[in-house]
């Protein structure tokens, strides 16, 4: 059976991101056969369409990873009830020029934490929206999460088996998916 590649963008540039730590688990609950990777997002210059006659490298790095990769999973904070910049940016690099547009047919899996009672609910509704518009096949249903200190623990595992579980079902959900949109 042949690999899959999972991009995993993290929508923060935070450096202690709680989002960070939330991707790292999930991918511990991925199968063996999803190799994954981490595209950064951080070192991207704002998007201007005066730069797209000469694309700056880390955009052309990251497009590539994109391209490169059979699904995506977005791991998001929310800020003011929306995505974060740095998140839209990346995206807006990656939707240009139209004809490359590296999300079109992506299968994507979104999620995120925020120490609020709603987690990133209002967030992702906009980021579905996005790839939606993009050609992006996003999962159904929704994955957020309220982040307590103790969510990951130091082995960087789930610490509550509850959530665990939750988290479990939500990834088989598009490991499902990536496999029946990419049959190997």
């Known amino acids: 059976m042949g690999q899959y590649r999972l991009a995993i963008v993290v929508g923060s540039n935070r450096r202690d991101s709680i989002n960070r730590k939330l991707a790292e688990a999930l991918a511990r609950l991925l199968p063996d056969d999803f190799d994954v990777s981490w595209p950064r997002i951080d070192d991207l210059p704002m998007y201007n369409l005066d730069l797209e006659g000469q694309r700056p ?3 052309e790095r990251f497009t590539a990873e ?3 990769a059979d699904a995506v ?3 998001m904070p929310e800020h003011n009830r929306s995505l974060p910049a740095v998140l839209k940016n990346a995206i807006d690099w990656g939707s240009k020029p139209m004809d490359a547009n590296v999300w079109r047919g992506k299968p994507a899996s979104i999620t995120g934490t925020t120490p609020g009672a709603i987690g990133t609910a209002v967030g992702q509704q906009h980021l ?3 790839l939606g518009i993009l050609g992006a ?3 159904g249903g929704e994955a957020y999460i309220q982040f307590k200190p103790d969510l990951v623990g130091a082995d960087g595992e789930f610490t509550d088996a509850g959530t665990r579980a ?3 079902a939500h990834v088989d ?3 499902d998916l990536v496999r029946r949109l990419l049959p190997r």
């Open 166 to 168: 939750f988290m479990q």
């Open 128 to 130: 579905r929206q996005i």
């Open 137 to 139: 096949v996003v999962q």
């Open 66 to 68: 994109i391209a490169a």
């Open 57 to 59: 490298a880390e955009v």
């Open 73 to 75: 999973a977005v791991v």
């Open 173 to 175: 959900g598009f490991v």
